[in-house]
């Protein structure tokens, strides 16, 4: 053929005879833009990020509904063991002191056959107004005044710590430290915009400053914000002093022997007592002047308890995992990963809600009888659950009540209804667990339903080329068009 004489000469074993293996070095995917540039990336890589992503998100729902069901257990749940409980402590002539719970079984049944099953959700109402009423007072003095409402203990979260520790931070405040040595850690904390709580781990674990920063973080910028703290929660407590004493009385009354209460009756019979704040209503009953500071002093300590016991277990565990990591022979990057962090922060606010209340159980006896004490208040005898009794005591105060109990109960007489105390932690301990495993075998079940199938085999897969198979395989016989060399015509 004329003119053709430039072209070279090609054939089709030329193409087919390369080694494949030199143009594909593994399974990974060729994947082509723009025609010229190429981007390797790996199947399996997507799929290990996609399945991390799901995992993570299912962690956190699991999470959440533990920590959901640990809410509606304290606040609801536990209802009637509260009511059983407040009985037990307000009832002075009392003959069972209920310090077992199988005491109460047949008391339960006998006032369930007699007064129906409602008996025990009594007051219900009037106990979630006042926690509500107490996270309002907190929020509306907290807008009108400079005082926190979360302290130290209940700053940042573990997973914002973990997200602020990070090497990235720690080469900054390096980096601060060394333009100015007299920098102070608050203006650390300001300029990085991080917890203080990091800003001291930062300054103490990482870079060694223990002397200067620890009590500095610790003490100096600290000490003012949880003294304001504790203010407020004194105020908040002591606001709400009447209100509580009416709530309570909703909660031990007998039905079939007391008017049902309305809706917000706590709060017309607390204005009552609030206004008369420093002359009792009533013949024997206690003015809500004498009412405050052991409300106050109860309330503040068992706070300050709780607390406490919550940071030591919180502590205990975090060195207990990171001790087994060692163990291990290495520690992860993400030492406490979410479903961790999530167990210890529930495990130690579950442990210290229960210290908190064994240890200041008898001071609730004695708070419980004062608020009681001239409201004519008639409750359900305990002792078998068939009578009504009235409350008659003639108390002049805390320490008078305390030596009173000591010495016409015994000792044993502050821990009155015991049993009630045991059954509800009994009780939420089982809703978490339950919750948890419910949940974990659900998210299970997720996770196999949506892991694809393993894909089938393909002779010709374009998204996918192995080294033994060949993408220019020779075509078949009595194939119409077979690439030929160009010769020129004669």
């Known amino acids: ?282 013949g024997r009953m206690l003015p809500v002047l004498a009412l405050v500071v052991p409300t106050v002093m109860y309330g503040l300590f068992k706070y300050l308890f709780y607390n406490g016991v919550r940071g030591v277990a919180n502590w205990v565990m975090h060195f207990t995992h990171r001790h087994e990591q060692e163990k291990q022979g290495a520690l992860s990057r993400d030492i406490l990963g979410r479903t961790v962090s999530q167990d210890i922060e529930l495990t130690s606010s579950l442990i210290g809600l229960i210290a908190a209340e064994v240890v200041f159980f008898p001071m609730e006896t004695v708070l419980h009888r004062l608020h009681l004490q001239g409201t004519r208040t008639i409750i359900d005898n305990l002792d078998s659950g068939y009578e009504v009794i009235p409350i008659l005591t003639s108390y002049e105060g805390a320490r008078d009540c305390y030596v009173t109990i000591v010495q016409q109960e015994g000792v044993a007489g502050l821990y009155k209804g015991f049993g009630a105390l045991i059954l509800q932690f009994v009780a939420h301990v089982a809703v978490i667990k339950l919750t948890k495993f419910m949940l974990t075998e659900i998210s299970s079940l997720l996770r196999s339903a949506r892991k694809p199938p393993p894909a089938a085999s393909s002779d010709m897969d374009l998204t996918r080329v192995s080294p033994s198979h060949h993408v220019y395989s020779k075509p078949p016989s009595g194939y119409g068009y077979t690439q030929q060399a160009y010769l020129p015509s004669d």
């Open 1 to 282: 053929m004329a003119g053709m004489e430039s072209y070279p000469r090609h054939s089709y074993e030329s193409i087919s005879d390369r080694p494949i293996q030199s143009r594909y070095e593994s399974d990974e995917v060729l994947r082509f833009s723009g025609g010229a540039s190429r981007e390797r990336f790996s199947p399996k890589s997507f799929e290990d990020a996609s399945q991390k992503d799901d995992d993570g998100t299912i962690t956190k729902y699991i999470g959440i509904g533990v920590g959901l069901a640990s809410l509606i257990t304290e606040n609801l749940l536990s209802h009637p063991f509260v009511v059983l409980r407040r009985q037990c402590q307000v009832h002075n002539n009392s003959s069972l002191y209920h310090l077992m719970p199988v005491t109460f079984l047949p008391v339960i049944v006998h006032l369930h056959r007699r007064q129906g099953i409602t008996t025990l959700w009594k007051g219900l109402g009037s106990v979630l107004m006042i926690r509500g009423m107490t996270l309002a007072v907190e929020d509306l003095i907290s807008k009108f005044t400079p005082w926190p409402k979360q302290d130290i203990e209940d700053g940042p979260r573990a997973s914002e710590l973990r997200r602020s520790h990070t090497e990235e931070n720690v080469k900054k405040v390096t980096e601060i430290l060394a333009s100015d040595r007299c920098v102070s850690a608050r203006l650390i904390e300001e300029l990085l915009g991080i917890p203080k709580i990091t800003v001291h781990q930062i300054l103490t674990e990482d870079l060694g400053k223990w002397k200067v920063y620890a009590w500095e973080i610790s003490w100096h910028s600290s000490l003012k914000s949880f003294g304001q703290h504790i203010l407020l929660k004194c105020t908040t407590l002591a606001v709400i002093t009447p209100f509580f004493s009416a709530s309570l009385v909703e909660t031990v009354q007998s039905d079939i022997a007391s008017e049902k209460p309305g809706i917000f009756d706590v709060f017309k019979e607390g204005i009552c007592r609030l206004v008369s704040w420093s002359s009792p209503q009533k």
